[in-house]
């Protein structure tokens, strides 16, 4: 039987995105399981976190270090969503700080237990006067 090479391009093009799909799938899946175990004191990857690894930790509270070395409690306040398509995440993370302590735009240590150490991009919103709120914004390609 002969096959044109139209044909056995299309088959075989089709049974890799297949296969690489399965195993990406797969592969996204471990990378979460294995995150949810990694312990405080090490570091954590951004690149193996998504919406739904801070889903869970939804108002729980995560510690920001200052250049100064002081420790600020943060809230995990909203974790929106913004959808993904087969090329882009996004999504962002509201944190809610104490009155009183006011951080100012910029890349901040945070700490969690789960989590452990990492590092976030923050940007204040909201009415300072009130409360204290925070947002970190993710927009990336999916590998």
């Keep these: 039987m002969s096959i044109s090479r139209r ?32 312990p405080a004191h090490s570091s954590a990857s951004l690149s193996q976190m998504h919406s739904s690894t801070f889903e869970t930790l939804s108002d729980k509270t995560f510690l920001v270090i200052t250049d100064q070395g002081e420790r600020l409690p943060l809230q995990l306040d909203q974790v929106e969503d913004q959808g993904q398509s087969n090329q882009l995440e996004q999504f962002s993370l509201t944190f809610r700080g104490n009155e009183g302590h006011s951080l100012t735009q910029g890349t901040y240590k945070l700490e969690h237990p789960q989590l452990g ?15 204290a709120y925070y947002q970190a914004a993710f927009s990336r390609l999916v590998v």
């Design 7 to 38: 044909h056995f391009l299309l088959f075989s093009g089709t049974a890799l995105v297949s296969a690489g799909t399965s195993f990406s799938l797969s592969k996204t899946k471990q990378q979460h399981q294995t995150l949810a175990k990694t």
């Design 117 to 131: 150490h990492f590092s976030l991009f923050l940007v204040p919103t909201g009415d300072p006067t009130q409360s």
